[in-house]
């Protein structure tokens, strides 16, 4: 096992599928009969262990023209002190731990000998139209969400936190999961009783469900027909960066934290649509969200 030094440059927020690339280091799995290959930078963009919503990009890596298929993409945490390499979710600290350096993790089913491969350069494909599919519909839901606050606005009794738009940020605050798929996005939202006592009125919200699904329509209808730059900020830099979703609507910066990746301009959305239904009759409730591109 040869070490890397520095956190994996990331390339896929500006929307980059297909680099060359150097091989910093690597493990063979012989039982699995894998191997984990690091790169200088990558274009693959890793499902994250603390908010899995965007899953990993699929594609391939070629050495020495050998194409391995990436079977799986991940983030690794490696502590420069004890040597060791902590996977997904049981990295133990956040990016910015000093002495720790966070790694895209590119997983092959074959065994690659890494005492040739390592210091010797690779080119790293992103199969472009799975990933499409995900930036749209990432790019959807994050527009449901904005729509959502603005669409539950006036069932708010107290201040909170509001978002760019200028509705209190509902999303942010109650929002448990998200999980997109190339066909949907499934958002799970969590309306416990702190939630009256923050002055949400969730009885309310309940009740008029339908209607609140209705509204997250018709607003999210009205802004694709605008048009309106949408990126990733930074765009490229170290896995480890704070990221932003980014959206001008004329005048006004609409920003969410984000890592995953997204459509150009909100006019390349043909269609958005928002599905609101209520688990058990409990405080939880789904919100479906499917996108389709012009
Ligand atoms: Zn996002």
């Not at 994250?48 to 983030?75: F, M, R």
């Not at 997109?180 to 702190?194: A, G, M």
Request: aromatic share 10%.
């Amino acid at each position: 096992m040869v070490h890397p030094k520095e956190s994996t440059i990331v390339l896929y927020p500006s929307g980059a599928c297909e680099s060359p690339a150097t091989i910093v280091g690597g493990y063979v799995d012989r039982i699995e009969n894998k191997t984990i290959i690091f790169t200088d930078k990558t274009v693959f963009h890793p499902v994250d262990h603390k908010w899995p919503d965007q899953p990993a990009d699929e594609g391939s890596i070629t050495l020495d023209s050998n194409e391995h298929v990436v079977k799986d993409c991940y983030i690794v945490a490696y502590n420069k002190e004890d040597q060791l390499l902590y996977v997904g979710s049981n990295i133990p600290v956040g990016r910015f731990e000093p002495g720790w350096i966070f790694l895209v993790a590119h997983e092959v089913s074959t065994v690659v000998d890494l005492s040739i491969a390592i210091g010797n350069s690779c080119y790293l494909a992103v199969n472009e139209v799975y990933r499409q599919n995900l930036s749209k519909v990432h790019t959807g839901v994050h527009l449901a969400s904005l729509a959502l606050n603005a669409a539950v606005n006036d069932l708010w009794k107290k201040d909170v936190l509001r978002d760019d738009l200028g509705h209190y940020d509902f999303d942010q605050r109650f929002i448990i999961s998200s999980k997109i798929s190339v066909q949907e996005s499934v958002d799970t939202y969590r309306l416990s009783k702190s939630a009256k006592r923050k002055g949400f009125l969730v009885s309310d919200f309940f009740e008029n469900i339908a209607g609140i699904e209705s509204s997250v329509n018709q607003i999210i209808s009205e802004w694709i027909t605008e048009t309106g730059s949408i990126f990733i900020t930074p765009t490229e830099g170290p896995l480890t960066q704070k990221r932003q979703w980014v959206w001008y609507r004329n005048d006004l910066q609409v920003t969410i934290p984000c890592g995953g990746t997204h459509l150009e301009n909100i006019n390349n959305l043909n269609a958005v649509s928002v599905i609101l239904s209520r688990i058990n009759d409990g405080p939880e409730f789904i919100m479906i969200t499917k996108a389709s591109i012009s």
